[in-house]
């Protein structure tokens, strides 16, 4: 039961994380509470006309409305984080390998 159990919290935890990736100008941003963060700095420092941030590759790039990039990570942020809430509470309540094994084929 516990290596299957482990064996879909890893799984979820990976959707988790492909889910908190967001595309912007052709470069890959990984939503984070430090990203959210940093792009709310810069709009409250009213620098939200332009800025160039760094993306998971390492590629500077322009991002033209701060404000906008901003709302579009919080929204994959929270759509990713009530997904994985939700899925790890149906999957906590699975009690026995039959319904583990029947959670991972929905």
């Known amino acids: ?8 919290k890893r799984l979820l935890s990976e959707r988790y994380q492909e889910n908190l990736l ?11 509470q430090e990203l959210i963060n940093f792009v709310r700095l810069l709009i ?4 939200d006309d332009q800025a160039v941030l ?4 390492g590629i500077p790039t322009i991002i033209e409305d ?10 994959v942020y929270f759509s990713a984080s009530n997904a994985y809430h939700t899925e790890y509470i ?17």
Do not use: A
């Open 54 to 57: 760094t993306d998971d590759n």
């Open 66 to 75: 701060v404000d906008n990039f901003y709302n579009q990570i919080i929204d």
């Open 22 to 32: 967001y595309f912007h100008n052709g470069c890959q941003f990984t939503v984070t």
């Open 90 to 106: 149906k999957l906590k309540n699975q009690r026995s390998v039959e319904k583990l094994v029947e959670y991972e084929k929905n």
């Open 44 to 47: 409250d420092n009213h620098q």
């Open 1 to 8: 039961y516990m290596v299957t159990l482990n064996n879909q």
